[in-house]
């Protein structure tokens, strides 16, 4: 990056924001997405499930690499949008989209709310509280099983078409664009977030705390913002779960959950919004081919890999690749 | 209402329980006070020390003393090699990197585990002569848990007293509280450092075998109860040895009260607590030193 950024200020309008340092190889995601979606007609479940990751894994990247929160209880959210669309669902509230929103917004006061006592705090007390705030949901849902269904999951969710439309089928090909609009709409918004004023102040105060407050930036306000806007997000891709596959295991709101996908973000680097989309579609799909045969092994390795990961590619696969183009480059 | 000896049985149950907590928690709390490390894997050391003390036990049919002895130094190996081969390479890097070496360090602890023992529990079989009851104000009191009181007394007792009055637990308080000035006194710190995490993992070792009944041997253990291991430590505050204590009793105890009067709540009402607690006190209930 050139020294002239630090000096340079937000784009103003909308449109600047959004392909604010925009490259071409930026379009590959999606490329990638559709083409695999006409090449793997048999993998197109797992596809939508990538892409609701992806977002998963994406809204965690706003608390991580631009608020530098240490979360291992984002699946909070994304179990609090999941059971709340599930169960508006069960009850009769079968719009996708509208149902969706107000899972988003669930999700978004869940996250308001926890967000002002964990936001508080510093250093490994933030770490455990969002660990206390998903394992009191965990027992919260485990605990009224008569509405959530408990250990067994909540199941017997029937959404309506999207937009009227589009029925969800057993091939998942609805699923899959209807996962990809919101993805793709989410990202939209995080791009426009990130280069406003509002996220130059979140990498201000993720890059050094103590010089935000001396210029008068309300620093707890805007992370709390930050934060509630990407329990929204986890909502969103909890939401698109329980819509798409018509049920939602408690896992949904477990500390697994939350480790995973911090797991898979890791794997594609924080702090670079893409990350998400190149850690969720790896983890998963080698998910899928070794994990099915031993799980136990499964956890052993991706263990190791974090631990190599800290000791030797702080800042993960992305950081990684950037470090080799930019040696490639000086050698040339 | 009005039959207190439910309160006395569940005090004592809960006591029990907070001895427990304390032995495994109070060398997670110095290990933070003084290296500044989140070490969210704690938890596996007092599973190593559960599952080598049921496994001495009920395989090998080794006797219940040396089974525990068995844990503490098997956990406190593991501690000090641990420390020296990874622990050490991460002191000062960021919060976000101990978290995430410590999940990765629980990864692998439960694969292994579930490789070698299996997904079950395992039972701990409690030595004949600490079976049956002991007849306590009118209620009929498992002699296992008055043993775990009064073994856990007098290994804390043990513990004070040298941290009070030997040279290392000398070291050990003022590299606790000036870590610079004690090493510019000629403290080797990362001796003591070493020295330090092993015995708070022996000392978790140990609390894993001889509370094995109340904390129950299985793969997820690390997981499981590491919620409980920091509130300890955060209530209690970090670098201290007493704090923990007072905070493990009084965790041990609300949380068998609230199992006995409240059980479809589970956990959720003691989580809800300690949010309010920090909300208020975000140092944590008795902060000493740097968090």
Redesign the interface.
Known sequence: MSALEHFSAPPRSLLARLLYGVRPWEALPWLAAIVAFFLFPGYVPIFGQILIMTLFALSLDIV?GYC?I?T?GHAAYYGTGAYTAGLLAVHGWSEPISNAAFAMAMAALVGFVTGA?IL??????T???T??VT??LY??A??TGRWTGGDDGLRGIDMAPVLGRFEFDIYGDTAFFYALAALFLSFVVVRLLVNSPFGWSLKGIRENIGRMHAIGCPVYRRLLQAYTIAAALAGLAGALQAQTTQYVALRALS??LS?DV??ML?IGGIGRLYGAFIGVPVYILAQDRLASEDP?????W??????V???FA?GGMLALAARLWDRRRSDA | MGDWSVLISIGLLGVAYGMVLYLISVGLSITMGLMGFVNLAHGVFAMAGGYVTVTLMNKYGVPFFAALAGAFVVAAVLGLVLERTLYARLYGTSDFDQVLFSIGLIFVSIAVVRHFWGPLTQPMRVPAYLKGVIPVLGRDFPSYRLFLIGFSIATIAVLWVTLEHSRFGAMIRAAVDNRRMAQSLGVNTSRLFAQTFALGSGLAGLGGGLGADILVIAPGYPIQYILYFMIVVILGGLGTIRGPFLAALLLGIADTACRYFWPEAGAVFIFILVFVILYFRPQGLLHRGRA
């Open positions: 991580v530098g240490v291992l006592v508080r705090a510093h250093g490994f007390i770490v455990m509280l660990l206390a394992v009191t027992e919260v485990n605990h500390f697994d480790g911090l797991v890791i136990a092994n499964w956890y052993f991706m263990g190791i890999l974090l631990i990961i800290v000791l702080r």
